[in-house]
């Protein structure tokens, strides 16, 4: 067992409060089962605790957690929080939206609660278990439940989102590369989202600063095709360029 990698993805994870499986992979290099292996050992020693699609960090002493957090999913107040505020705010009344995969995408429903009679459609447990909390419509998306993810996929989900139309989108990705644009770990994700943008009038990416300068393995979107860019800090001159001449809104989340 690699000692040293344990106590990198502890303090990983620590500051992050939670992590999907495919971050994981993605930031150590390593396979689905290597981490699974590696999470078992953090459990064991009280480190970490499952949850849908990941892990989160376990404090005992986190100030009154959220609802959601009790639930084993994520925490409010963190940066992904903001984030989600902030592509929250790009979400009209009476829109119609999806909400894709991640924890970061799943922290927008606590902040659409005001909004006035919109529907989120999802392929997302996370998303599914926040949404049902409030009050506006929520269309699920069933298929093959991918435990990783947390997420249902496939050809189903592909067939019933084709059947369906939104007005935005809001996504994840587990990398954003200047030549490499919007990227995903497993194939099966990057379907959903290319299916995702084809019915979506806009398209959001929400995309903390550790998911630039990184390409996973499947690219489903280049900046042109994207609306908005929502993210924690101010990228690289590179980067505003880039969004710039692909007329990309780039939003800091504050």
Do not use: W
């Not at 009154?64 to 592509?87: N, V």
């Amino acid at each position: 067992m690699n000692i040293k990698r344990l106590r990198q993805m502890e303090n990983y994870i620590r500051s992050y409060s939670t992590c999907t499986y495919e971050e994981i992979c993605e930031r150590f290099d390593i396979s689905l089962s290597t981490v699974r292996r590696d999470m078992d050992e953090l459990e064991h020693r009280g480190i970490i605790k499952k949850i849908y699609g990941g892990v989160m960090y376990d404090e005992e002493d986190n100030a009154q957690p959220s609802d959601l957090l009790r639930s084993g999913y994520t925490q409010y107040g963190s940066y992904k929080d903001r984030i989600a505020e902030a592509a929250a705010a790009l979400v009209e009344d009476q829109d119609i939206i999806i909400l894709g995969s991640g924890t970061t995408v799943a922290h927008m429903a606590h902040h659409l609660a005001n909004k006035k009679n919109i529907t989120v459609i999802t392929n997302n447990l996370m998303v599914i278990e926040e949404a049902k909390r409030y009050n506006f419509s929520v269309i699920g998306i069933g298929g093959n439940f991918d435990r990783n993810t947390g997420s249902f996929v496939g050809t189903i989900t592909i067939k019933e989102l084709e059947n369906l139309n939104a007005n935005k989108a809001f996504l994840s990705c587990n990398g954003f590369a200047l030549t490499h644009g919007f990227s995903n770990v497993t194939d099966l994700e990057a379907d959903i989202k290319k299916t995702t943008m084809k019915i979506s009038s806009q398209t959001v990416i929400l995309a903390d600063q550790e998911k630039f300068d990184k390409m996973s393995l499947y690219k489903f979107a280049v900046p042109e095709q994207i609306h908005a860019v929502v993210t924690d800090k101010e990228p690289s001159e590179e980067y505003r360029k880039l969004l710039q001449k692909s007329h990309t809104r780039l939003i800091i989340a504050s």
